[in-house]
């Protein structure tokens, strides 16, 4: 079963991390693949794979077409170039999946501090364009040619912080819930020309910078049947081929929580 043969997707932050894993199962669910990362190299900096480019040649020995495009989503003339590249060499953007951003301020580590009350302004700024800038940018450059063609799907990436208050990783907690609630408002443009729009949010994931920036708990990297535990990436990758598939095709607006049921409230 191949449902999404013949369909382009464009996966930002995809050269490492959950965006590789996402775009690995986009292909083999059959679509070709935009790769992109913010530069050749991004995707080394955790051992992952040499560099953007080996990686679309790895997995496109695999079977459907792999294209690495590369720049900073924060950066509206790169958006527009890497958008217009990846479509004169793959076709028609027709799933989009946000994935690239982080908690990354403005120096390029974890801002510090990082309280409601006590953040610097140029961390929380970086951490917005990495996060929701970048996402508005990207769907910006691509959803108006899906309504045109009147077929979509656009999965965007938040985090379980979007979803309750959090006294650390301000400018990363507030900028994730607004990704999810763009999402919400995208779908509500796109309702009418069979774009679909959704959000995903990941509770902790076990990816190699996850486990290169923290001391992880043993008992949560075990992976028996307790859900009390860290995601694998293939477990987020999954819930994205199910919004990408033709399985949610009456599914717009929503977000789903993909944490082992560590945050259970309504919204
Ligand atoms: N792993 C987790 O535990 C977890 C949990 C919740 C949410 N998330 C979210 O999932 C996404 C992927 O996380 P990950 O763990 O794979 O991290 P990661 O750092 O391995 O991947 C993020 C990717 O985005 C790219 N990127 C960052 N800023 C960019 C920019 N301005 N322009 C272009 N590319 C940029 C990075 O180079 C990298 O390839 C992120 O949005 C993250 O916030 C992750």
């Known amino acids: 079963?191949?449902?999404?043969?013949?369909?382009?997707?464009?996966?930002?932050?995809?050269?490492?991390?959950?965006?590789?894993?996402?775009?690995?199962?986009?292909?083999?669910?059959?679509?070709?693949?935009?790769?992109?990362?913010?530069?050749?190299?991004?995707?080394?900096?955790?051992?992952?794979?040499?560099?953007?480019?080996?990686?679309?040649?790895?997995?496109?020995?695999?079977?459907?077409r792999a294209v690495a495009v590369t720049g900073d989503i924060s950066d509206n003339a790169a958006v527009e170039q890497m958008v217009a590249a990846a479509q004169a060499r793959l076709g028609p953007i027709s799933i989009l999946v946000n994935c690239a951003g982080g908690d990354i301020g403005?120096?390029?580590?974890?801002?510090?501090?990082?309280?409601?009350?006590?953040?610097?302004?140029?961390?929380?700024?970086?951490?917005?364009?990495?996060?929701?800038?970048?996402?508005?940018?990207?769907?910006?450059?691509v959803a108006p040619g899906m309504a045109e063609r009147n077929e979509g799907a656009v999965i965007n990436i938040g985090s379980i912080l979007a979803h309750q208050g959090s006294a650390i990783e301000i400018g990363y907690a507030c900028a994730k819930a607004a990704v999810v609630h763009y999402s919400r408002c995208l779908a509500m443009e796109m309702r009418g020309h069979g774009v679909r729009v959704n959000a995903i949010s990941p509770g902790p994931a076990k990816t190699a910078r996850f486990l290169a920036t923290r001391s992880t708990d043993p008992v949560m990297m075990e992976e028996g049947p307790s859900l009390d535990r860290y995601a694998t990436p293939a477990e987020i990758a999954d819930a994205v081929g199910f919004l990408a598939g033709p399985d949610s095709r009456f599914v717009s607006g929503q977000v789903i929580r993909v944490d082992g049921a560590a945050g259970l409230y309504a919204a």
């Open 1 to 64: 079963m191949r449902p999404l043969k013949g369909k382009v997707a464009f996966v930002t932050g995809s050269g490492r991390g959950l965006g590789r894993t996402i775009a690995e199962r986009l292909m083999a669910m059959g679509a070709d693949v935009a790769l992109h990362d913010i530069s050749e190299e991004a995707p080394a900096r955790f051992g992952e794979v040499a560099s953007l480019s080996a990686l679309a040649e790895e997995l496109t020995s695999n079977g459907a």
């Open 106 to 141: 403005a120096s390029g580590d974890k801002p510090n501090p990082s309280t409601p009350t006590q953040f610097k302004l140029e961390d929380v700024q970086a951490v917005l364009n990495r996060n929701l800038i970048g996402t508005m940018l990207m769907c910006r450059a």
